[in-house]
T-cell receptor
C-alpha cells in the first residue's frame, strides 16, 4: 500500500498571501487529521475530517480552514499568512473508526513565510 | 494540568542499555495509547500501540500500560545510536478520534 503523500513538500510565501496544502491518505482510510509543528510547540492539532465532514477542530483562528473530497483527499488553506505560520504542516491518515485510532503521517509540508 | 505529560529530556543512554520513556495522562477513560518516533526534520512514525493493561512487545520495543496509575511507558532494549530521536506519546482519550499529544522526550544514545 502506498503511504500518505503531501504536496508540496516545501513552500515559501510572503506575509499576507494565502496557501493551499494537499494530502492524500492511505488507500481505504477515510480520516485525515492536520497538525502544525513548530520548534518548541510540539504537535498542534488543526482539524480532522472524516467522510468529507469536519469531525474535530483545534484552537486555531479562522484563517486556517480545510476540506475533504469524496476520494478522501484533503486540503488545508491558510489565508492572510503571518510570519508565525512558518511551520511544518503534517497530515495523518487513519481508518477513522473503532478504538484503534492509529494515525500514519505524511512527510509534511514545510512552509516558510517571509 | 497538561493532558499528556512527558519528560522533555534529553535522556542520554549508553549504547546497548535499556532506554525507558514515560508518559502520564489525565483522562481516566482513555482507551488507546501510542508511541511515535520522530527523527529531526522528519515526520512522526508509529512504533507501538497499546490498548490493554500490561506489556506489549515488538522486537526491541516494549510498551507498558497501567490504567489505574494512568501511565504508559516505552522500553527500548539494546539501544542503538539509530534510536536517537524524539519519542512522542499520544492518547485517544474518549475514542473521539482526536489524539492528544505529549511534547515528546528527546532520546540520545551514546556510542
Amino acid at each position: 500500500k502506498a503511504g500518505v503523500t503531501q504536496t508540496p513538500r516545501y513552500l515559501i510565501k510572503t506575509r499576507g498571501q494565502q496557501v493551499t496544502l494537499s494530502c492524500s491518505p492511505i488507500s481505504g482510510h477515510r480520516s485525515v487529521s492536520w497538525y502544525q509543528q513548530t520548534p518548541g510547540q510540539g504537535l498542534q492539532f488543526l482539524f480532522e475530517y472524516f467522510s468529507e465532514t469536519q469531525r474535530n477542530k483545534g484552537n486555531f483562528p479562522g484563517r486556517f480552514s480545510g476540506r475533504q473530497f469524496s476520494n478522501s483527499r484533503s486540503e488545508m488553506n491558510v489565508s492572510t499568512l503571518e510570519l508565525g505560520d512558518s511551520a511544518l504542516y503534517l497530515c495523518a491518515s487513519s481508518d477513522g473508526t473503532g478504538i484503534s485510532y492509529e494515525q500514519y503521517f505524511g512527510p509534511g509540508t514545510r512552509l516558510t513565510v517571509t | 494540568q497538561k493532558e499528556v505529560e512527558q519528560n522533555s529530556g534529553p535522556l542520554s543512554v549508553p549504547e546497548g542499555a535499556i532506554a525507558s520513556l514515560n508518559c502520564t495522562y489525565s483522562d481516566r477513560v482513555s482507551q488507546s495509547f501510542f508511541w511515535y518516533r520522530q527523527y529531526s526534520g522528519k515526520s512522526p512514525e508509529l512504533i507501538m500501540s497499546i490498548y490493554s493493561n500490561g506489556d506489549k512487545e515488538d522486537g526491541r520495543f516494549t510498551a507498558q500500560l497501567n490504567k489505574a496509575s494512568q501511565y504508559v511507558s516505552l522500553l527500548i532494549r539494546d539501544s542503538q545510536p539509530s534510536d536517537s530521536a524524539t519519542y512522542l506519546c499520544a492518547v485517544n482519550p474518549r475514542s473521539n478520534y482526536q489524539l492528544i499529544w505529549g511534547a515528546g522526550t528527546k532520546l540520545i544514545i551514546k556510542p
